[in-house]
Nanobody, 121 residues
Framework: QVSLVESGGGLVQAGDSLRLACVAS?????MGWFRQAPGKEREFVAA????????NYTDSAKGRFTISRDIAKRTLYLQMNSLKPEDTAVYYC?????????????????WGQGTQVTVSS
């Protein structure tokens, strides 16, 4: 069982930046970030294959968010710039045993508890 612990959420103003981190107890194939806003379904944000750094982003994250990993520290990051109020959500770290850099939540085997990101206008 892989455990994931997120950190870095908080309350910021529109246009600000935040960096989320997720520490994994073990290495897996692919890791990703998802988010869930109040009253909405969980949605894919970004994913990265740990072996070679191949990434995948949802359209709303492209150009503003950057996913990265530090293999030695078993840590996944999400750098979020130019934040908007619509980015407000609980952000979840997820890990998959697959090597596919996919955005389907059903393909992820392990999930963190989530970290709240609130962007005020």
């Amino acid at each position: 069982q892989v455990s994931l612990v997120e950190s870095g959420g908080g309350l910021v103003q529109a246009g600000d930046s935040l960096r989320l981190a997720c520490v994994a107890s073990e290495r897996t194939g692919t890791m990703g970030w998802f988010r869930q806003a109040p009253g909405k379904e969980r949605e894919f944000v970004a994913a990265i294959r740990l072996r070679d750094g191949t990434t995948n982003y949802t359209d709303s994250a492209k150009g503003r968010f950057t996913i990265s990993r530090d293999i030695a520290k078993r840590t996944l990051y999400l750098q979020m710039n130019s934040l908007k109020p619509e980015d407000t959500a609980v952000y979840y770290c997820a890990a998959s045993n697959s090597l596919l850099v996919h955005g389907a939540s059903s393909m992820y085997n392990y999930w963190g508890q989530g970290t709240q990101v609130t962007v005020s206008s």
